[in-house]
């Protein structure tokens, strides 16, 4: 008689509890990857999330760590207090599109000029999906929401927001990068982005973000088969994956830890 060997369990940092998020979300995925990453770097203890107003308002029931809830858009305001009151802490805000780009814009540009040492996951699936898929800061030019049904127009809805290039160009920001969970590897190199975003903060070196191109199939009208097509055919053209900003101290920081 073989003995078994588990190669794959939820990690001891995931809650086992039913998923609210739709079938096909990527929210989990990330959720996951988070978790993951926690035990990995033995951060659980000392981590502190901050949950948003929209699809993830209930992140807390599904990361065993410490968590807050913060009003719609203020999650950078309050990580900063936090982050102040306990620097040596992992504080992390995790926001989708609306919450963010939206009413937390102000927030997170200061947040970013100040050079908080925090860390925000931000979600882009580019609709509202809490409140019924409305157009959000990052919907696409011409794409489908329940508030444009004949698309978004650019002449009179402005043009989506680019958080990643917009971001990088501030001075107090260290690691700014987009990445997706679109396929095994692309997951990996979200993983990857994200634990140097946590080196980074615990490290003292400024602000970092990770924007994760996500989808949202029931919201979109479409299979989540479909939806990540969408996110490979539409969403990464105009938002092109990649690393936006990497301070000279962050490099050094990674590859002296890449070397060792």
Request: aromatic share 8%; net charge negative; charged share 20%.
């Amino acid at each position: 008689m073989t003995k078994e060997t588990i190669v794959f369990q939820r990690p001891e940092s995931m809650c086992e509890v039913v998923t609210h998020y739709c079938p096909g979300c990527t929210h989990g995925t990330v959720h996951r990857v988070i978790a993951e990453l926690l035990d990995e770097m033995d951060l659980r203890e000392i981590a502190i999330g901050i949950a948003p107003v929209g699809c993830a308002v209930l992140a807390y029931l599904y990361l065993n760590c410490d968590f807050a809830e913060a009003a719609h858009g203020r999650a950078p305001a309050m990580a900063t207090g936090m982050k102040r009151v306990l620097p040596d802490r992992l504080i992390f805000t995790y926001q989708g599109d609306g919450d963010l780009a939206a009413i937390g814009a102000g927030e997170l540009i200061h947040a970013a000029a100040r050079g908080e040492n925090i860390t925000t996951v931000f979600i882009n699936n580019a609709v509202y999906g809490m409140t019924g898929g409305q157009m959000a800061p990052t919907t696409l030019p011409g794409m489908v929401t329940s508030s444009t049904p004949y698309g978004r127009d650019v002449k009179t809805a402005g043009y989506p927001v680019r958080v990643c290039e917009m971001v990088s160009q501030i001075d107090g920001a260290a690691y700014i990068v987009r990445r997706t969970a679109t396929s095994p590897r692309e997951i990996r190199r979200l993983k990857n982005a994200l634990r140097n975003a946590f080196r980074v903060q615990m490290a003292g070196l400024g602000y970092s973000m990770v924007e994760v191109l996500s989808n949202c199939p029931t919201n979109w009208g479409v299979t989540p088969i479909e939806s990540i097509k969408f996110i490979e055919e539409k969403m990464v053209p105009y938002y092109p994956l990649g690393d936006y900003k990497i301070s000279p101290e962050v490099e050094a920081l990674l590859d002296s830890e890449n070397q060792s």
